[in-house]
């Protein structure tokens, strides 16, 4: 799998187990759908905690894009299909909504959400966060992209 590489964890004292998927998806609706795939076929098979990071060079929704053309609606719709088969939670954020900008200027500039972490259900049991989204990731200001 080109798109994603996952990792076992195991912690030293108390044995627990989590895995950790880090994802950098492609620019490619068509391409994407062998990580849509792959997060499926994970969910399978990791039975313990399990958080999935990074960036999926797609979008939810178009409040997920501010400018340039409206996000492909068939590319979102399987995005979120492939998150709601592998049974997958969106962590939510603080801070800017937005984790790419093209750096474009003369009102060319596109700002979009493609980077983002999920976990899934056993990960919430586990880990017992007391609030969501603001205690898992906050997207950082872009600077270059």
């Not at 964890?9 to 880090?22: E, I, K, N, Q």
């Not at 997060?39 to 039975?47: A, M, P, R, T, V």
Request: with cysteine; charged share 15%; proline share 3%.
């Amino acid at each position: 799998m080109s798109q994603a590489m996952s990792v076992e964890l195991t912690h030293l004292h108390s044995g627990r187990v989590a895995f950790l998927s880090l994802v950098y998806a492609s620019c490619s609706m068509v391409e994407r759908r062998e990580l849509w795939s792959y997060l499926s076929d994970c969910s399978q098979i990791f039975h313990t905690a399990w958080l999935v990071g990074g960036d999926f060079n797609a979008l939810l929704n178009a409040r997920e894009k501010l400018g340039g053309r409206p996000p492909n609606p068939v590319s979102c719709r399987e995005f979120q299909g492939a998150i709601d088969d592998a049974g997958l939670i969106d962590a939510g954020f603080t801070g800017s909504r937005f984790t790419r900008c093209n750096n474009q200027r003369n009102g060319s500039c596109v700002w979009t959400r493609l980077d983002r972490a999920l976990f899934n259900s056993q990960w919430l049991n586990d880990f017992k966060l007391p609030q969501l989204p603001t205690y898992l990731v906050h997207a950082l200001t872009i600077v270059l992209s």
